[in-house]
Nanobody, 124 residues
Framework: QVQLVESGGGLVQAGGSLRLSCAAS????????MGWFRQAPGKEREFVCA????????HYADSVKGRFTISRDNAKNTVYLQMNSLKPEDTAVYYC?????????????????WGQGTQVTVSS
C-alpha cells in the first residue's frame, strides 16, 4: 500500500520556522517529482512548490519564493519543506504529493498520490 505521511506541522509565531517532512512507503518515488500544496479554510488547494526527480529543478509559488525550500533524499524516500519567515497567511493544511512523472508540475492534475496533510498555523 502506497502511503505519503507528512509530519512537522504545528503552531508557530510569525517570523518563525518549521520543517515539514513527507515520508513515502509502499514503493520508491526516486523517479517521481514531488510537490507540496496547501489548503486554507474556505479556499482551493494551491501549489506551494515542487522538485524534480533528481532534485536538480525546483519551482516555487511567488508567495513563498525566497522563504521556503524544498529538498529530497531519495535514499530515504523522503521530501522536505523548510519554511522560514512564516506569515499568518501561510496558515493551512500542507499536503505532500507525488507526480506521475519526473517533471515538477505546478498543477494538481499531475499528482497521483497524496498524503493526509499536516496543519501549519502561524500566529500574528
Amino acid at each position: 500500500q502506497v502511503q505519503l505521511v507528512e509530519s512537522g506541522g504545528g503552531l508557530v509565531q510569525a517570523g518563525g520556522s518549521l520543517r515539514l517532512s513527507c515520508a513515502a512507503s509502499g514503493r520508491t518515488f526516486s523517479r517521481n517529482a514531488m510537490g507540496w500544496f496547501r489548503q486554507a479554510p474556505g479556499k482551493e488547494r494551491e501549489f506551494v512548490c515542487a522538485i524534480s526527480w533528481s532534485g536538480g529543478y525546483t519551482h516555487y509559488a511567488d508567495s513563498v519564493k525566497g522563504r521556503f525550500t524544498i529538498s529530497r533524499d531519495n535514499a530515504k524516500n523522503t521530501v522536505y519543506l523548510q519554511m522560514n519567515s512564516l506569515k499568518p497567511e501561510d496558515t493551512a493544511v500542507y499536503y505532500c504529493a507525488a507526480d506521475r512523472s519526473g517533471i515538477a508540475h505546478t498543477t494538481k492534475d499531475f499528482y497521483i498520490y497524496w498524503g493526509q496533510g499536516t496543519q501549519v498555523t502561524v500566529s500574528s
